[in-house]
């Protein structure tokens, strides 16, 4: 977890991706359907680099025998502050293996639903380079 942790605040895609599972499974706090996959997880979170200003981690909580973490985290997206938590559960080899975010209010939720939407034809085609 420290890994992936670092990497967040080092704004560092490749060293994100690279704490990744092959099969992990994202589930975003604005879309219904989960994106299963190592390759559109590492695309959408390289758009909430391009989207997040501000970001940092201001709490952690672990449990589940090591394999589940909860990063609480603060961030912008332009004048609209987001509260937020990444979910995360590691696999046998420590590595993410399901990836979920929420986020509050709802203000920040639509502002990221927004910003995302415009990144998402980017993100499509990073997950297929």
């Not at 994100?16 to 979170?45: C, D, Q």
């Not at 034809?121 to 297929?128: G, M, P």
Request: aromatic share 10%.
């Amino acid at each position: 977890m420290t890994s992936f942790r670092n990497a967040v605040e080092a704004r560092d895609p490749d060293a994100m991706a690279a704490t990744l599972a092959e099969n992990v499974v994202f589930r975003s706090p604005v879309a219904f359907k989960p994106y299963p996959g190592k390759a559109i997880t590492a695309a959408i979170l390289r758009g909430v680099l391009r989207v997040f200003e501000d970001f940092r981690y201001v709490r952690e909580l672990s449990g589940g025998e090591g394999r589940d973490h909860a990063l609480v985290f603060e961030a912008r997206i332009g004048d609209t502050r987001v509260e937020g938590c990444d979910f995360l559960h590691f696999d046998d080899d420590g590595l993410i293996d399901e990836f979920t975010v929420m986020v509050r209010p709802l203000s920040a939720a639509q502002a990221l639903s927004e910003a995302m939407a415009a990144q998402f034809d980017r993100i499509q085609r990073e997950a297929l380079n």
